[in-house]
């Protein structure tokens, strides 16, 4: 583990070198926040921010990342929720406030979820709730971001390959960060617990998210699904790991399609959700 002391800290968010943790970051930070990053890859972008090297499942990790902590965005990384039992002591003696990244898929009237990704998470905030942590759960949306595996099928040509999945409300992470903190800070508490379902404004599946991004670059991408068998074979190619695959195949067959339109971004932050189109266009550098 390395540390680097630059400021106190009030808030930890685990995953700080993804995606969605960069943005809840970046937003701290230009608030002024005092906030401390963890992720076993260094977020070394973040001048004036603490940085924590480390694996969450690790307690003692956990434990001295949450010293001086008061809130903590907590994004789970693995498929297995029984890693997590060693922090509920962590976060039971630190008492700061937990704010957990769950998915919109998260059925509560099911006993069992969709998949295993899904199943994750419903565990997660089960167990979490059932610590006595009183956690606020933020269900996102598919990320908007989640494109970014697509840039290199689009340098070589116009179709994106892969496994279709069921339409659904894609949100773009600027919004779910923005949302994330909005509860993270003192007076989040207003908003109570949720779970608060973040989605964006427009039900799109994989062809349509490629035909907008598509308009944006001038370019006439088309998606081609391909068979969960063919679509496994292709990403143990690429290195991903086994269980990965089989829960990202699993989610691509199982999960139900959904017609669930939020207005929990509008709710947390206070002007509406982004369109997917607009991501596309403020990130089209990144795919031409």
Request: negative net charge.
């Amino acid at each position: 583990m390395t540390e680097t002391s630059l400021c106190p800290a009030s808030i930890l968010v685990t995953g700080a070198a993804g995606n969605l943790g960069r943005e809840v970051v970046r937003r701290l930070h230009a608030r002024g926040v005092g906030v401390r990053c963890l992720d076993r890859h260094p977020a070394d972008a973040f001048p004036g921010v603490e940085s924590v090297v480390g694996d969450l499942t690790d307690p003692d990790v956990f434990r001295a990342a949450l010293d001086g902590i008061e809130a903590v965005l907590l994004m789970w990384p693995l498929l297995d929720s029984a890693p997590a039992h060693a922090l509920l002591t962590p976060l039971r003696s630190a008492a700061p406030r937990v704010v957990y990244l769950s998915s919109s898929a998260v059925d509560d009237g099911r006993a069992r979820q969709s998949d295993p990704i899904v199943q994750v998470h419903a565990d997660m905030e089960a167990l979490l709730d059932e610590a006595g942590l009183r956690p606020v759960v933020l269900r996102s949306d598919t990320l908007a971001s989640n494109v970014r595996g697509w840039a290199a099928q689009l340098r070589a040509g116009d179709v994106v390959a892969g496994p279709d999945i069921a339409r659904t409300a894609v949100v773009d992470e600027r919004d779910v960060a923005d949302a994330a903190v909005r509860v993270l800070l003192p007076d989040g508490d207003r908003f109570g617990r949720g779970p608060h379902v973040l989605t964006g404004p427009d039900l799109l599946g994989r062809a349509d998210q490629v035909a907008r991004l598509g308009a944006v670059l001038g370019r006439r991408l088309r998606f081609e699904a391909v068979p969960a068998d063919v679509a496994r074979t292709r990403m143990l190619a690429d290195g991903r790991p086994e269980e990965l695959v089989a829960a990202l195949v699993a989610a691509s067959t199982r999960r139900p399609e959904s017609d669930r339109v939020t207005e929990g971004v509008r709710r947390l932050t206070g002007r509406p959700a982004g369109t997917f189109a607009q991501w596309a266009a403020d990130h089209a550098d990144e795919f031409r």
